[in-house]
Nanobody, 125 residues
Framework: QVQLVESGGGLVQAGGSLRLSCAAS????????MGWFRQAPEKQRELVAA???????VYADSVKGRSTISRDNAVNTVSLQMNSLKPDDTAVYYC???????????????????WGQGTLVTVSE
C-alpha cells in the first residue's frame, strides 16, 4: 500500500510562490498516475494537476500557466510548483495516487484512491 505525505504549505502573499511536495512510500510509485487536489472552505474538492507515469501532465484551467507538476521516480516524490498565487488559491492541498493498473488518461477524479493528509496553503491579499 502507498502512503503519501505532503509538505510545503504555508502562508504567502498574493503574487508569491510555493512548492508543495509529496513523498510516497510503498511500491510501484513509478507506475502510478499522481495528482494534486485542493479543497477550499465550503467548496468541492477539485483536481489541480495530474501527472502520468510517463510524465504527461494536465492542469485545471484555474492554475494553468501558473503551476507545474513534476515527479521524481528515483525518490518517489511528486511536486507542485505554484507561482503568481492568488487569494482564490487558498485551500487544503492533497496529494493523491491512482491505482497502479489504472492508466486512464486524462484521469478522472474518481481514479485517485490513495490520499495524503493535506497541507494548508493560505494566500493573503
Amino acid at each position: 500500500q502507498v502512503q503519501l505525505v505532503e509538505s510545503g504549505g504555508g502562508l504567502v502573499q498574493a503574487g508569491g510562490s510555493l512548492r508543495l511536495s509529496c513523498a510516497a512510500s510503498g511500491s510501484i510509485f513509478s507506475r502510478r498516475t499522481m495528482g494534486w487536489f485542493r479543497q477550499a472552505p465550503e467548496k468541492q474538492r477539485e483536481l489541480v494537476a495530474a501527472i502520468s507515469s510517463g510524465g504527461s501532465t494536465v492542469y485545471a484551467d484555474s492554475v494553468k500557466g501558473r503551476s507545474t507538476i513534476s515527479r521524481d521516480n528515483a525518490v518517489n516524490t511528486v511536486s507542485l510548483q505554484m507561482n503568481s498565487l492568488k487569494p482564490d488559491d487558498t485551500a487544503v492541498y492533497y496529494c493523491a495516487a491512482a491505482l497502479s493498473w489504472d492508466t486512464t488518461w486524462p484521469p478522472s477524479s474518481a481514479a485517485f484512491k490513495i490520499w495524503g493528509q493535506g497541507t494548508l496553503v493560505t494566500v493573503s491579499e
